[in-house]
């Protein structure tokens, strides 16, 4: 089974683009961050031709996220739980019936940004980790394979920038930020991507400023988080960097990991 999770940045802007890597990369679960659409505008329709269900959890022009897949969920859950005076549309969990009769979940999120690191923003952006925090602690007692995918907005190391000093004072890369990631990795999440590869310049994210694709000035901030359960299964793990040359690219790439969730 291929996963992948991809912030596109822009569902009506980057259809082409998606319906041309629905179509080459072929994942059985794609997870979509900042489709900037609400639901019922989704572009349903072209998707369900390539033969995926679609699932939305949506806002008008900002924020809002997608489960696609080939195999129709058994349960949908929209909303990250913890605040319910949350209006941003940044979390959706599906789960699917995998062999030996047991579940698969995915949750597909959008961590916020947290810029500009001295307004409400970044206070947010911590608290809404905290919450993702105890979300996990929850879902990893089931002990059933777990894959927390999405954007998380998160610098991990030094080695997942080009430059650490250009992203010292970014909420991206701060100590606070980087210290929450590592307290859910501490619960026994497993990084899909570090797990396989410890390649400098591994990158998710181009900005679209200053040459920052051809000069490869690029960060590592999208993730596919794994419980026991589903990292036991992982057979490999790897970054579609080609789409980012590809026209009206997104500044995002997927990033795709393979499962053998055979009995």
Known sequence: ???????????????????????????????????????????????????YHVETHGQKGFNGVAILSKQVPDAVMRGLPGDDADEQSRFIEATFSIAGGRNLRVGCLYLPNGNPIDTEKYPYKLAWMERLHAFAVGRLALEEPLILAGDYNVIPEPQDCFDPKVWANDALYLPQTRQAFRRLENLGLTDALRATSDAAKLYTFWDYQAGAWPKNNGIRIDHLMLSAEAADRMTSASVEKHVRAWEKPSDHVPVVAHFDFAA
């Open 1 to 51: 089974m291929k996963i992948a999770t991809w912030n596109i940045n822009g569902i009506k802007a980057r259809i082409d683009n998606l319906r041309q890597w629905l179509t080459d990369s072929s994942p059985d679960i794609a997870c979509l961050q900042e489709i900037k659409s609400v639901d019922e505008g989704f572009p349903r329709a072209e998707i369900e031709a390539l033969g």
